[in-house]
Nanobody, 121 residues
Framework: QVQLVESGGGLVQAGGSLKLSCAAS????????MGWFRQAPGKEREFVAH???????YYADSLKGRFTISRDNSKNTVYLQMGSLKPEDTAVYYC???????????????WGQGTQVTVSS
């Protein structure tokens, strides 16, 4: 089992930045691919970014250049740095762990509870 806890969400003005954290406990964190997803009200869960255990990253095309995923295996933590935020980035952001780095939510076995990000105009 892997337990994931996100933090760092909140209210930010458009154009601002926010850094989310996801702390993992349980099974060996460093062996998992880690992903970030988001879900806005009334919409499906959307892929944001993922990172393999050895550091290869992949982003949703629409978010490249504004969002950066990183991980610190010594702290069992994955991060999502978000910049130039827009109101349409408002969503609940989830981190997830998988044996396979993919953009598909159903490939991820372990999920956090989510953290709300609200971007005001």
């Amino acid at each position: 089992q892997v337990q994931l806890v996100e933090s760092g969400g909140g209210l930010v003005q458009a154009g601002g930045s926010l850094k989310l954290s996801c702390a993992a406990s349980g099974r060996t964190f460093s062996s998992f691919a880690m992903g970030w997803f988001r879900q806005a009200p009334g919409k499906e869960r959307e892929f944001v970014a993922h990172m393999t255990w050895h550091g290869t990253t992949y982003y949703a095309d629409s978010l490249k250049g504004r969002f950066t995923i990183s991980r610190d295996n010594s702290k069992n933590t994955v991060y999502l740095q978000m910049g130039s935020l827009k109101p349409e980035d408002t969503a609940v952001y989830y981190c997830a762990a998988s044996n396979l780095a993919t953009p598909r939510p159903y490939d991820y076995r372990y999920w956090g509870q989510g953290t709300q990000v609200t971007v005001s105009s």
